[in-house]
């Protein structure tokens, strides 16, 4: 039975001209990727939250540029193999073959590509609202309340389950400097608005930890 949030997919698919056929395809396949046994926290679950969020988020976009923002947010960790900027560059690929066999225009297909690629580096131009909606829509689990933001990390831990607790520390706190060191989280005005305080207080707890681990005490 499709998930739930399959007629949204569909619709947004429609919206654009894609073929009703190849997009009932184009989900199926999309399904069982997000279910595949590896996955903890990258799941279907996480991407129906970016579709949800980005779509709230890029509302003052025309229809056409949201639908593009949806279906970039649903495929964006599509393929996901915990091997950064490889999983996004693969799931790009995956949304350009099923948008170009749904006969969606070239335009909307590199849109949505460069908006799923956008993810790997989490950077946007400064005028790009619909790449601004979706980063910040992937990273709204930061502002979660701190047992929702503890189950994503021990879920991602998980996903890296093949390092050892100091490596993953280290690489972990290395993440997590960086992002505290932005002067902003959120690239909108009212993702910061919802989520920057309460990210930021997570983030930082967190980083407190990785460094217990590591036996850094700053």
Do not use: K
């Amino acid at each position: 039975m499709p998930h739930e949030s399959a007629p949204r997919w569909h619709s947004c698919l429609a919206l654009l001209g894609g073929d009703h056929h190849v997009g009932h395809d184009a989900w199926a396949d999309l399904e069982t990727r997000y279910t595949e046994p590896h996955r903890r926290y990258h799941d279907l679950a996480h991407a129906t939250a970016v579709a949800h969020d980005a779509e709230q988020l890029a509302a003052d976009l025309p229809f056409h540029e949201r639908a593009v923002v949806v279906l970039a947010a649903w495929a964006h960790d599509v393929v996901y193999d915990a091997v950064p900027s490889e999983d996004e560059q693969r799931s790009a690929e995956w949304l350009r073959r099923w948008l170009t066999r749904a006969g969606i225009a070239d335009a909307h297909i590199d849109r949505a590509e460069a908006l799923v690629l956008a993810t790997a580096t989490h950077e946007a131009l400064e005028d790009d609202f619909a790449a601004a909606a979706l980063l910040d829509a992937d990273l709204a689990i930061l502002g979660a309340p701190p047992a929702a933001y503890a189950a994503y990390v021990d879920n991602v831990r998980q996903e890296y389950a093949r390092y050892p607790d100091d490596a993953w520390a280290t690489g972990r706190a290395a993440v997590l400097e960086s992002l505290l060191a932005r002067p902003a989280l959120y690239l909108t005005e009212s993702a910061r608005s919802r989520w920057e305080t309460a990210a930021r207080r997570n983030l930082q707890a967190e980083l407190t930890r990785c460094r217990s681990v590591r036996g850094d005490h700053r």
